[in-house]
Nanobody
Framework: QVQLVESGGGLVQPGGSLRLSCAASGGIFSLYVMGWYRQAPGKQRELVASIPSSGSAAYADSVKDRFTISRDNAKNTVYLQMNNLKPEDTAVYYC??????????WGQGTQVTVSS
């Protein structure tokens, strides 16, 4: 019983930045490992970054040193700061909430397009 709504996507030039937000409602937010996935046309959905309430964040190699995931448990919100965007970052980005490994909830996605 978790609802996730992403926002912040858009069209940016290579080298630009965007910050995605995911607002969660329902459940107890602090219990969930939050993550960002993305899916480009013709490709499978892939994990971009994840962050638990405690512990360190994890990143895909393709976004390390460019993206930063963070969460504000008081606001029930998780963010993805994306810097130095590349055309290959173009995808629909999905927010994910994971509970006890086997329970997953997904947002509807937000489009990120990196193009000159």
């Amino acid at each position: 019983q978790v609802q996730l709504v992403e926002s912040g996507g858009g069209l940016v030039q290579p080298g630009g930045s965007l910050r995605l937000s995911c607002a969660a409602s329902g459940g107890i937010f602090s219990l969930y490992v939050m993550g960002w996935y993305r899916q480009a046309p013709g490709k499978q959905r892939e994990l971009v970054a994840s962050i638990p309430s405690s512990g360190s964040a994890a990143y895909a190699d393709s976004v390390k040193d460019r993206f930063t995931i963070s969460r504000d448990n008081a606001k029930n919100t998780v963010y993805l700061q994306m810097n130095n965007l590349k055309p290959e970052d173009t995808a629909v980005y999905y927010c994910n909430a994971n509970l006890f490994t086997n329970f997953n909830y997904w947002g509807q996605g937000t489009q990120v397009t990196v193009s000159s």
